[in-house]
């Protein structure tokens, strides 16, 4: 029996897999070729390209230190701290020389102490430039390819900076970002803003206890009202590390300095590195020497749990501690007692031992800079600064520092008051009754009350044609200055909320922050207007010489334009000739 070829069954063709289930198949070609590429509609499609443009790169730039991260984290993805390994070349392995770490005094020789751990000096005379780029640079690629692997062309970057910066150096990083990572635009933001911005409130003092300078701001509703700023910061206090470690390894008294930089290169010199590991593991800060009663309505009061044994206090606590130190040749152990470990503190941030007046205005205490920052802000601003005050900056996380500073600021307001006026005649007019008015009070004193006097009524003639006799007297009208506020029926209800707290106002506190960085990662996720958004083209075109001043920027031509006929080319006309600004940093 014949067996006739019957159809082919549709599994056994790849031509009848790829149409489904219609009827008609097509022939394929005899060659093997790829199958054309169907385009993914953009519903379905991966999101990365959409959002390349809305990715916002986060850079906080310092003199020690740099973070870098997306905007809307929590933490920076990278945190970089400049040093000399990062001037090492590709392929340089002298780090794995066992003679390298204790070559440190040929590396440092020919310059200041410490430079090569430095980004910048405020001092630019003699600064170079170029080579801050450079190391910039190279820790921005670093950070682009290794920790956030992002391209940095499309990428919009939010750049975090001190509000004392100098030009010179606000036109090198923007040179860096525009021109070797061709960023389309750079925001500004104020670090004391995004510091209390983290913190959660709009107004604070926020005090940067920097490496070069301490810097006190006070911000109110977002806006910086005034700043102060003091030598005292991070740098004096490592160098004031080095004078008690080498006091300790060669005997001499405490009070001895070293005189030349050269003395910090010998055998029994103890290097940067290690003087400030030292500092920030080691130092304390002792308390004040009153103890002020501050109110702490807040909470449960604390109970302190003491030792039986405990019987020495810390500030007279005399045990020696060791402390084993690698950099000197050769290397030692030195025992310095517990109680002399806070005296670099002391010498540095405090200096309780000599009178206000022997300070200048840039090398003031901490405590007295922060009591007149106080006393300088207007009546409104300091009321809520106060309970807002606000701890920044490396040397902030020294043990005791904070609760020294705050003891010693209610301390002086206790004693001074907030009366800006001070001196002898001043004491003796406030001591003697007989030159002071019964109506006077003090400036720190709350508010008296004084009797009005009652308005006089005044006759008043009233016309005939109003059916009143001549001569009828009538009440004058009420003086407006007078009358009774009208009630907010709107602060009632927030204030007949079971939630609803008190405004705190008046009173010293502490009030801790998330940092600089956390502030902009926020501010750049909920889209809020920069200090100052700088554009490539126009940085490319004008440079930092293009920069206005912020009086002169016209706001109508910032806002948005319309998109009606010919609102496009409206607004992008209107944007070639916009003018910018660098905010607070290009006010002069």
Known sequence: MSSSA????????????RAGDRSSTQALPSTPHTPPRTIVPSAFGSPSTSRAD??????????????????GDATPKRIVSFGPEQQRRAGDFRAWDATYQADWRRRASGKPWGTDHELWQLDMRGQDLALVGDKLERELRDAFTKY???????????????????????????????NRFQSPSISLFSSPVMNVMSAGTRSGLVIDIGWHETIVTAVYEFREVHSWRTVRAGKLLVEETYELLSNAIRGRPGTARTERTEDKLEDTAVSFEECEEFAMRMLWCKRAAKEPDLDRTEGLPTLHEQDET????????????????????????????????AEPCEAVFLEPYLSPCCFDDHELPLHLLVYRALLQLPLDVRAICMPRIIFTGGCSSIIGLKGRILDEVFLLAKERGWDPVRGKAVDQ?????????????????????????MPTPVPVPVPAEKGNAEG???????NPAHTPPEPDHVEETIQRDKDQKPVVQGRLRVVDSLGAWCGASMAAQLKIPALATVERELWAQQGVNGASRPSEVDVRTQQRQSMGAGGLIRGQVSQSNTNWTLGVWGAI
């Open 6 to 17: 019957g159809p082919s069954l549709p599994h056994r063709a790849v031509s009848s897999i």
């Open 54 to 71: 809305d990715d916002v790169v986060v850079l906080e730039l310092g003199s020690r230190k740099m973070r870098l991260g997306f905007a």
């Open 148 to 178: 956030l692997l992002i391209d940095s062309r499309s990428r919009r970057l939010t750049l975090v900076l001190p509000p004392t910066l100098p030009i010179p150096l606000i036109s090198c990083v923007f040179d860096v970002v525009f």
């Open 310 to 341: 405990e019987t020495v206090p810390p500030a007279e606590d005399q045990s020696p501690m060791e402390i084993a130190l690698n950099s000197c040749n050769p290397p030692k152990t030195v025992e310095i007692p517990f109680a002399e470990l």
């Open 429 to 453: 007019y406030k001591m003697n009754p007989k030159l002071r008015r019964n109506g006077s009070r003090k400036s720190s004193d709350g508010p008296v009350s004084v009797p009005m006097p």
């Open 472 to 478: 009828a007297e009538t009440a004058p009208p009420p």
